[in-house]
């Protein structure tokens, strides 16, 4: 399911991806194929009336942080609330090429899981 904020985003365009990564799959460079489970259409909602929509933009801005800005400090401190089973993260993927060689909390979890 894809939430977004209402005041930020163009639901056309939004609508547009969800047509093409259900068809095509995810450019993210990985061949995860097409994305099927999604919902059929995304929701749009007003953040400034949803505490639970400003609580996802949180956490997504400080995963974008921890992964584009290098810095991990607030990641680090949200990563037990992410689904894990022993000690590999589950609800916090990164996808890369090589999962071996990427020092994230993610990708370190599955490398050094038994």
């Known amino acids: 399911m894809v939430i977004a904020d209402q005041s930020r985003h ?3 365009d939004i609508q547009s991806a ?3 990564w259900r068809q095509r799959g995810a450019s993210t460079g990985a061949s995860i194929g ?5 919902a059929e259409v995304p929701l ?3 953040s400034k009336a949803s505490r639970l929509v400003q609580l996802a933009d949180f956490v997504a801005y400080w995963v974008y942080r921890g992964y584009e800005s290098g810095d991990a400090s607030v990641l680090q401190r949200l990563a ?4 894990q089973e022993g000690d590999v993260l589950h609800g916090l993927v990164h996808l890369v090429r090589d999962y071996r060689t990427c020092e994230c909390l993610a990708c370190a979890s599955r490398r050094d899981a038994p």
């Open 10 to 12: 163009i639901e056309s």
């Open 18 to 20: 969800m047509l093409e």
């Open 34 to 38: 097409p994305l099927s489970a999604y």
């Open 44 to 46: 749009f909602v007003n």
């Open 80 to 83: 037990p609330g992410f689904d």
